[in-house]
């Protein structure tokens, strides 16, 4: 649910339509967009910013939950051939050290509450090369520039072993990010961490 708008993907149409608070169906842009993707195989995962016309997909394989695909959608681009970019792909991390790895497993995408953020977790080490524990990754969000996502942070890692976080929630003040593997809470300050982006 976004602004008093519900989403609704179907998983066997591959489509997403969109409804208000009362479930009448209303047209959205974001929903002609996702619907004229040719060939989008099966949607893993929907992320919505809270006040820009931004959201993320993550595209997986439908039978094997594999070679995945994130995509950011940015649905009042000037430029309709910019409206969906392909933002990261399985093939390489680029935020790991292991820069060779040929796997990305990411996941968890998440819009922080005053939208300035992208946080998600990056677990490719951990799939390929059996390094324990995932990395938290924090990008950037603003509007004004035509990519609206800026250079990667790596907040951090997971660090007891064998953990696995079970839960995340964010602090507005200051603006930090909380993980919980189910015995210990990490956070990751935001506020003031340097936000750039491309040209």
């Keep these: 649910i976004r602004n008093k708008t519900i989403f609704i993907y179907n998983n066997d149409s591959i489509s ?23 060939n989008f195989r099966c949607l893993d995962q929907l992320t919505l910013h809270p006040s820009l016309p931004l959201a993320i997909l993550v595209e997986m394989d ?11 959608v940015n649905w009042q681009h000037p430029d309709p051939e910019k409206r969906i970019i392909e933002l990261l792909r399985q ?10 790895i ?24 951990e799939v ?8 938290f990754i924090a990008m950037p969000v ?4 035509s990519v609206p996502l800026g250079k990667p942070k790596v907040l951090g890692r997971v660090m007891r072993e064998s953990a696995r976080p079970t839960s995340t929630a964010w602090i507005t003040k200051p603006l930090s990010f909380v ?19 491309g040209e």
Excluded at 102 to 125: H, K, M, T
Excluded at 142 to 145: C, E, K, P, Q, V
């Design 128 to 135: 390929i090369q059996r390094a324990p524990n995932p990395t």
């Design 62 to 72: 439908r039978e094997e939950r594999a070679d995945y695909k994130i995509y950011l």
């Design 142 to 145: 603003d509007g004004d520039y």
């Design 179 to 197: 993980v919980s593997d189910g015995m210990a809470l990490y956070k990751w300050k935001l506020e003031g961490l340097k936000r750039e982006f």
């Design 16 to 38: 997403i339509t969109a409804y208000d608070m009362n479930f009448n169906p209303v047209k959205h842009p974001f929903c002609d967009i996702f619907n004229s993707i040719e």
């Design 91 to 100: 093939e390489i991390s680029p935020f790991s050290e292991w820069a060779k």
């Design 102 to 125: 040929r796997s990305l497993y990411v996941s968890d995408f998440q819009f922080s509450p005053n939208g300035a953020w992208l946080v998600f977790r990056d677990e490719s080490e």
